[in-house]
Each structure stands twice: as C-alpha cells, then as structure tokens.
Nanobody
Framework: QVQLVESGGGLVQPGGSLRLSCAASGSSRSINVMAWYRQAPGKERELVAAIASIGITNYADSVKGRFTISRDNAKNTVYLQMNSLKPEDTAVYYC?????????WGQGTQVTVSS
C-alpha cells in the first residue's frame, strides 16, 4: 500500500517562506511525475507545480518566480519551496504522484498566509 506523507505547512506572515515535503512509502514502482496542487475554500483544486523524473518542471503563472519544486528520487520525495508568500496562497496543499498506472494523493497540509 503506497502512502504519501506531507509536512511543512503552517501559518506564515505575508512575504514569508515555507517548505513543504511529501514522501512516498511502500512503492516499488518508478514515480514519473510528482506534483503539488492546492485548494482554497470555495475554489477548485488547481495545479501549483509539477516535476518529471528527468527534472522538467511546470508552474502555475501565479507562483512563477516565487515557488520552486524539486525532488529526491532516491527518497521518493518531492519538495515545494515557497517564498514571498501572499494571502492568496492560503489553501490546503496536496502532493500527487504518478506511478503508472496508479495515481496517489497525499492527505493535504494547510498553508495560511496572514498577518
């Protein structure tokens, strides 16, 4: 049974930084794409950033230049470094991993940006 465990969320002031981590356990399959999504109250879940196994990355326009996604393939872990945080970044952040033909989701971690 594959399990994704997220950590690193919390409360931060505008302009601050947080680093999210998501580690996969129990998988013997190669993980192709690792990604972070977020869902704010009353809104649909949206892609924040994704990274392929060969390192190609993709970012939502709203976070370009502020967020950086990275991965450690040996540890089956994906990270999201979030800088210059804004109140509109407040949401529950979910990690997602594709290990064909399966897709796995984390349980979510709350990020709140507020003064």
């Amino acid at each position: 049974q594959v399990q994704l465990v997220e950590s690193g969320g919390g409360l931060v002031q505008p302009g601050g930084s947080l680093r999210l981590s998501c580690a996969a356990s129990g998988s013997s399959r190669s993980i192709n794409v690792m990604a972070w999504y977020r869902q704010a109250p009353g809104k649909e879940r949206e892609l924040v950033a994704a990274i392929a196994s060969i390192g190609i990355t993709n970012y939502a326009d709203s976070v370009k230049g502020r967020f950086t996604i990275s991965r450690d393939n040996a540890k089956n872990t994906v990270y999201l470094q979030m800088n210059s945080l804004k109140p509109e970044d407040t949401a529950v952040y979910y990690c997602k991993m594709n290990a064909a033909p399966y897709v796995y989701w984390g349980q979510g971690t709350q990020v709140t940006v507020s003064s």
